[in-house]
């Protein structure tokens, strides 16, 4: 998109069509569609008064962007939360997976992973922009006539009926960022469910990593302050940590999340921060580091892991309907709202890749430069008495506990779309009544309930973090951030106009998807 300048933001809210009067510019500037009817305007400026739906006030001056209140909705909460989705304590593998094929390969998987998941989430979004104006007819797309997509100028489109509350995206626009909408206009009415059943297998899958975690940094905190051989029930502590994590999974929105998302982000940091200490204070093994150990196999394993973390796509579509209207001094303020939500989620996702690449990259790194080949696959396990100092053991243990809470808020950060994945489910089953009524309280509390006591006790029979990403990665996340994404674009008429673009987003999501697939199959057979 081609975006105004602070300074010529003026004169693109009063682009009119000639003959309008100069009153409309104030009017429209406003965001009423009440004010700007009242004054005459034609239809594509009431298309463009109705599509701003209460912009956020705010001035630029009063501080700096980072330093501002997070807004639920917002680019940086969608960029933390997105963030702290793909993120999680499954970036404790990140080092073993960074050793598996050596620094130099293994930066060059990280890149690689990085830059496909970047572009399928693009994709993603948009595909379903490309749906969004479908649905508005014909008048003008943006609200500066002549910005659009790399296309070129977007022919006109009629507006979406307006929203049902103010500072909201209107239900029709809500509808048409989801996965279930997609997947029923390409393929039937009843495509969607598939998706909804993918979308829950994999948060089941990710809650039940989430409970393995704490059940082992909670042995290793046992074993450090205590005895090596003490050993607690992993049933009992299946039912205390669902008792912590069940009060943090009742909410229904990710914008009530906020804080537990900047909080997981801190704890990744607080990782990185420790591993670096212990570059200087630990005693790794002294066997020389590990370069370059090209195999197909460990490469093939490297891209895989290194993908689960980027893995934000199941709650891609939840942030993107989720984002609230531009500030007024914002540079997509002039644009058309669905326009600028496009905007500024593909600067979302752009930001959430190159965060998760950063952090990805130094842990990996510093976990395989202190631990070398004795890397394992919860790094934090390698920290013992016989290797650290007794202050970095003190250190290991608060972000353990730290760590166990962040596991605590990664668990209700997947449920909100696990939860909603079921119960459409639930609906085709037994039909929108028995959905309705689950998706209340107290009955929507009950299944919740359900829903982490059995992955907790899930979660008790398993051991193998490794695996479990690795298998998830392969199958489900395979299919949500690699062939369905594949399938939307070809199926749509983005870049039609750019063979060559075209051709080799196509080849690059197609070779993603047989790398996962294989790479699964080779960990079920052991090879």
Partial sequence: LKLPGRADRGHCLGAMPAGAAAGDGAALATGSPQACAQQGCTTNQMTMASSREMPLIGSPSQGSRLLRPLVPGGV?????????????TGVLSMPLAMQTSGLVAGWAMLLLATGMVALSGDVLVRCSHEQEQKTRGQDEATACGGAGLEEGPMPGRTVLPPPASPGTASLAASQVRSWNFLLE???GPRAGLLLEAIVCLFGCGVSTMYFVFMYQ????????????????SHSILALVFSACVLPLSLPTSLGNMQWLTVFVFSVIAGVIVLLLVGLGTCHGPS??????????????KSFCLFIFAHMYHMNLYTVYAGLCPPHTWGRTFPLQRDVADLVRMRRSLRSAALSNFALVAVLSSAGTALWKGTTMGNVMSNFTKQTCRPD???????????????????IPLNMVQ????????LGAAFGERTRDRLGQAPLRHLLTTCMILGLAFLASELADVASIIGVLS????????????????????????????????????AVSSIAGLTNVILTVLKV
Wanted: overall charge positive; proline content about 3%; hydrophobic content about 50%.
């Fill in 418 to 425: 696990t939860r909603a994945s079921l119960l459409t489910l």
């Fill in 185 to 187: 206009l390409h393929i």
């Fill in 392 to 410: 970095v053991m003190v250190a290991s243990v608060i972000m353990q506990v730290a760590l166990i809470l962040s596991a605590s808020f990664c």
């Fill in 217 to 232: 940094f909670t042995d290793g905190i046992l074993r450090s302050q205590f005895s090596h051989d003490i050993q607690v």
């Fill in 287 to 300: 066997e020389p580091l590990s370069w370059l150990n090209v195999s197909a196999r460990g490469l093939l």
């Fill in 474 to 509: 392969g199958t489900l996340g395979t299919a949500l951030m690699f062939m369905l994404p594949a399938f939307f674009y070809q199926r749509s008429g983005l870049d039609i106009k750019r063979p060559f673009r075209r051709n080799a987003t196509l080849t690059a999501l």
């Fill in 76 to 88: 940086r909460s969608s960029v933390i939360a997105l963030c702290a989705t793909a993120l999680g």
